[in-house]
């Protein structure tokens, strides 16, 4: 985390530098260490002690807080009190999103029973190699699709410009996938 503490009409003593510091380990540990950067402006007007926080936490989430009493315990605390609540607000939602969130490789079960009285287990999508899509007539993608081991190819056709799918189908023959329009 990268913290920049500022001091406008007031120098930054290492005291103040060592409350701000303990203030926001707290932060961080609320956090996860999901701080990317802070930054602290503290200002002094008068009898008034100003303290202006803006956080960036991962996600792109700015969070501010602001401040304001007669010392820099209480306008600190302000600032992170206001803060707590606003990421609070923020991990709540990304453990919603976990929590809600299925993982892509694990799909939910079949709804109808699988005869034998057997357990349907979960279909898995498997990701694979990524390769790149040549054009080529439905002729040379055939002998590709014969001579290679996998089951389709995917290709641009040259005289279309279309992107079309070729396959093995289970009688040994090979289907053709084409766009409409």
């Known amino acids: 985390m990268r913290l920049v503490v500022t001091g406008r009409h007031v120098e930054i003593t290492p005291q103040l530098r060592k409350l701000v510091d303990q203030r926001f380990d707290k932060l961080d540990r609320v956090l996860n260490d999901g701080i990317v950067s802070a930054q602290v402006v503290l200002t002094l ?3 008034r002690h100003i303290v202006e926080i803006t956080l960036h936490a991962r996600g792109d989430h700015m969070l501010h807080g602001l401040g304001d009493s007669r010392a820099w315990e209480t ?4 600032a992170v009190e206001k803060l707590t609540g ?11 999103r976990k929590r809600r969130g299925q ?14 009285g057997e357990e349907p287990r979960p279909r898995r999508v498997l990701r694979t190699s990524r390769y790149q899509v040549k054009p080529m007539t439905v002729e040379e993608a055939a002998l590709s699709v014969d001579a290679g081991n996998d089951a389709f190819l ?3 056709n040259a005289s279309t410009e279309s992107i079309n799918v070729l396959y093995r189908r289970k009688d040994g023959h090979l289907g053709l996938i084409e766009p409409e329009g």
């Open 45 to 47: 007007e008068r009898y």
């Open 154 to 156: 995917v290709f641009r």
């Open 103 to 116: 993982s892509a490789r694990t799909l939910p079960p079949p709804v109808a029973p699988v005869p034998g």
């Open 86 to 96: 606003q990421i609070q607000k923020v991990k709540g939602k990304w453990e919603r």
């Open 75 to 78: 306008s600190l605390a302000e």
